[in-house]
């Protein structure tokens, strides 16, 4: 392991590939195997650079290292794609040491890709820990707040207000609200919308971590 996370930008691409394998196994990820060429598939590594698990759920990782000031686009994000529908995974991460597109990030949504920047491996790399591949159960105030909205929802009301304070968790709550809604089939589809990109990454990751996924509605910015 690096000491020096700048030193990524040195590695091989054989050796970042170790090297994010490393990360994630330090973070809890197990029985990570790095793919070989013409093994799990018939040309190349198929668009999956590893395989990992976490939490009984098979990830494919896709891994593109790249120099700065570059950017990882759309091809990347469908070799991911491709070849983990190949292997029949359905969890996927796309991983850089730089940044993606907006055109990546737009998609990734509606893909039900995770992606992992520079900022986001090195805080992987730091804390050996993240959202990513975790099982999110709500808290007791969390949960108090879901059913008291879950039984305002059942008696009519189409309108809901919750407030919370920062750092509270309001993402996850209204992830296992929405969950239990579609449980009970009065609705089939959720909407969800957001001024930003960013809070619709957010969401992303707590529908995943509770076991559903948002049907997303993305306006560009002008």
Do not use: C
Request: hydrophobic letters at 40%; proline letters at 2%.
């Amino acid at each position: 392991m690096l000491s020096d996370f700048k030193k990524i930008d040195t590695l091989t691409p054989s050796d970042f590939e170790v090297f994010v394998r490393d990360v994630f196994v330090a973070a809890g990820w197990t029985d990570a195997m790095i793919t070989k060429v013409g093994q799990e598939f018939q040309h190349g590594d198929g668009g999956v650079d590893i395989f990992a698990y976490k939490n009984k759920r098979k990830f494919a990782i896709e891994v593109k290292q790249r120099q700065a000031g570059s950017t990882v686009d759309v091809k990347a994000l469908n070799q991911l794609v491709t070849g983990a529908k190949l292997a029949n995974v359905t969890n996927m991460i796309l991983v850089t040491n730089s940044y993606f597109t907006s055109e990546v990030k737009v998609r990734a949504l509606r893909l039900g890709v995770e992606l992992m920047d520079r900022d986001g491996l090195q805080d992987l790399w730091i804390k050996k820990h993240s959202e990513i591949g975790r099982e999110i159960k709500p808290r007791k105030y969390q949960e108090t707040v879901i059913q008291d909205s879950l039984a305002r929802f059942n008696d009519g009301k189409s309108r809901l207000l919750i407030e919370m304070a920062t750092g509270l968790g309001k993402t996850y709550t209204v992830a296992h609200l929405v969950k239990q809604i579609l449980q009970q089939g009065k609705a089939k589809r959720i909407l969800f919308l957001a001024h930003q990109v960013e809070i619709l990454l957010q969401s992303v990751t707590a529908s995943f971590h509770v076991g559903y996924l948002l049907l997303y509605a993305f306006k560009p910015r002008p």
